[in-house]
């Protein structure tokens, strides 16, 4: 109920303000514009992202000072805490960066909002900022209706850029006349009342417009303007820096329990940090007095006096917390807990926080289609009757296999009910919903990864076919046919040790291409087999039947080999879309790999 | 540089047929540098390596890694060939 009244309210103070107001008209017109060119900021950095992203997360998110860095960089390029914390909370969701990590950026985000201030006091109330955005709005539109994604791109920050610029000037220019008709330095409080007052009015009014930097340039435009006291501003950013949490909290309703974590950790940062600046507001007060003296800003230029206490109360915010980072990320992981034993058809990535970019949402798709991986490798280990750690070892495969000679129970139908089949329908549905906002490129990417979970299905159904022969033959009497399924175990084995080889070093484009060697050995020893089966049968030493098994079993053993290793090739590489593409263009086919064994044959004959 | 070389790079480059192949070849080339490299490196390993079995598996490595760059290479000449017609 009380939800339904609040947008008619707002629109209903608004509307009366506009009536008793024109210059309140444009101040609240100014603070609209400025709030749609952020939109359009946004727009544009989100189409600038595609392919590099995972990689300069990997780079520039390793160690703390360097997430510190990203956040304080990407802040004072994108211009709002609030995306780079939301993407932030989309990384985390799509299992991309650690909490640690994202808690680092959020920390750094919160110093490098602090330019904007500077920006705003510095720049933009000093030259007339309305004659860039004219121009800057030209172009930007122009570039938004090219065919281009990356002109679009700059496009939409140009425009985006113009319309804050704009937003700015007519913030500005109806502070500048609303002083001629009232003095809302009447309402300032002073004292611990106006810093409580001041503090929640701040954060109210970020939590309405989300975002805390719309706040400030009000407050600073307003301040320029003598229309509220300079102790008040204070407070006011301080309640805009606790306000701009609720973005990341709203951001993070939708994601994993690790994104929710880190929304907490924002929290607790911004809270922690308003609490000690409330506290210590007049000690704050001098020594942003002494700071400015040391900058050579005048001492009436409170607007900058402003920009100078927001850097100050964030650095000392980040040089209170940063001691505490790794105690607050244990404290967040025993408040908010996972589910203790996550049941592994459950998805763990799949969640709507990680479709903010198309990035974040391939990268769950991704991350999700492993972890059925690895669920799909113990049922195919199990259809061997082996185990997936003791494949994984370093123990040799004829260890392994005489290890286990007796055959595991292993039901392959009940198991990819409980942990492949719902899995991998999340993974369908989440892509169906996905495709919305991507490129030709990543819905082809979407797609290949689908062709990947696909391909682990059919591996897991051919291991149930192998499996009935194979059950009975690895500890038959006839050490023959025995010989021939151990065959087929061991390399069957040896795909899964080598996949998981090639996984645990990645990201090598020659690595990836590496894979191709397990079609080669598959096809030699299907040729092997036909030569050794003639000879088994000639001279009776397995019967007709068996041989028709083994014949089949080693069809349904080249094809497992074939899903997984498309699936390798697709899921393991972890490159860009443009290197993926060219390294599956290297990718040997069925006809490349025949030619390759003659070569091997050749050779082998010349050197005879 | 002349008004009409300025021009035609103007096209080439609005061009977005030419634009995606370059890219192509771009990341054509920096796949084949690896493979060459991994290449090298196994055949170092070969050189030092005492088990028949293993040089036998390397032998095998490194025509694979052979093959896969000669496709390469190969690709790369085709979209070369294009680029200039």
Known sequence: ?608 | MNIKKVIRRTEAYLNSDERKRKEKKKYLKQVIRKLRQHEKALKMELENSQSPEQSKQLKKDILLAYSQRKKGINLLKGLKKKSKK
């Open chain 1, 1 to 608: 109920m009380i939800r339904k009244l609040v947008l008619p309210s707002i629109f209903a103070v608004l509307a009366y303000g506009f009536w008793l107001s024109s210059d309140f008209k444009e101040i609240a017109a100014g603070v609209a514009i400025f709030l749609f060119g952020m939109l359009a900021l946004e727009e544009g950095f989100k189409a600038f992202t595609g392919g590099l992203l995972e990689k300069l997360l990997k780079t520039t998110t390793n160690k703390l000072w360097k997430s510190l860095s990203f956040g304080v960089v990407s802040t004072t390029i994108m211009q709002s805490s609030s995306l780079v914390s939301v993407i932030t909370i989309s990384f985390l969701s799509a299992g991309l960066i650690s909490l640690t990590a994202g808690v680092g950026i959020i920390f750094g985000a919160n110093l490098g909002t602090t330019t904007g201030a500077w920006l705003v006091a510095g720049l933009g109330l000093k030259v007339k900022i309305s004659t860039y955005a004219m121009p800057m709005l030209v172009f930007g539109v122009i570039l938004i209706f090219q065919k281009s994604k990356e002109l679009k791109g700059i496009g939409y920050v140009l425009a985006g850029l113009g319309f804050l610029f704009l937003g700015i000037h007519h913030m500005k220019e109806g502070f500048e006349a609303f002083k001629d008709t009232i003095d809302l330095t009447a309402y300032a409080v002073s004292g611990y009342g106006g810093v409580f007052l001041f503090t929640l009015i701040g954060l109210f009014a970020t939590v309405v417009m989300q975002s805390s930097h719309a706040t400030l340039v009000l407050i600073i435009t307003a301040l320029s303007a003598q229309q509220i006291t300079y102790e008040n501003a204070l407070a006011l950013a301080i309640g805009a820096n606790i306000g701009t949490t609720i973005t990341a909290i709203l951001g993070s309703l939708s994601a994993n329990v690790e994104g929710r974590r880190l929304a907490g950790a924002h929290l607790i940062f911004n809270a922690a940090t308003g609490l000690v600046a409330i506290a210590f507001i007049y000690q704050l007060t001098s020594l942003v007095d002494f700071a400015s003296s040391l900058l050579g800003i005048a001492e009436d230029n409170y607007t900058l006096k402003l920009a100078v206490f927001h850097t100050i109360f964030n650095t000392i915010g980040v040089l209170l917390m940063l001691p505490f980072i790794s105690r607050m990320v244990v404290f967040l992981e025993t408040t908010l807990k996972s589910e203790l034993t996550p049941h592994a058809s459950k998805p763990r990535y799949l969640n709507k926080a990680a479709f903010e970019l198309p990035d974040t949402a391939l990268a769950a798709v991704r991350q999700e289609t492993l972890h059925l991986y690895d669920n799909a490798a113990k049922i195919i280990a199990g259809g061997l009757s082996l185990e997936l750690k003791d494949i994984h070892s370093d123990c040799t495969m004829d260890e392994i296999i005489l290890k286990s000679r007796k055959a595991l129970a292993v039901d392959i139908d009940q198991q990819y009910q409980d942990t492949v089949k719902n899995l991998y329908g999340a993974i369908v549905d989440y892509i169906s919903l996905a495709q919305g906002e991507l490129s030709s490129e990543q819905t082809e990417e979407l797609f290949r990864l689908r062709a990947a979970g696909r391909d682990i299905v059919e591996a897991i159904k051919d291991t149930k076919h192998l499996q009935k022969n194979l059950s009975s033959y690895i500890s038959a009497d006839n050490p023959y046919i025995q010989h021939e399924y151990d065959t087929i175990r061991i390399r069957l084995a040896s795909v899964l040790r080598e996949l998981h080889r090639v996984r645990s070093r990645g990201d090598d484009s020659a690595i990836i291409l590496s894979l191709d060697r397990l079609k080669l050995d598959m096809e030699e020893y299907d040729q092997n087999l036909n030569n050794s089966l003639s000879s088994l049968i000639r001279k009776k030493l397995i019967s007709a039947p068996m041989s028709v098994s083994l014949m089949n079993d080693s069809g349904y053993a080249y094809d497992v080999t074939r899903n997984l290793v498309q699936m390798g090739e697709v899921l393991f590489s972890n490159s860009e879309l443009k290197l993926k593409e060219a390294e599956r263009s290297l990718s040997l086919d069925e006809d490349e790999v025949s030619d390759v064994i003659e070569q091997q044959k050749t050779l082998k004959e010349e050197r005879l």
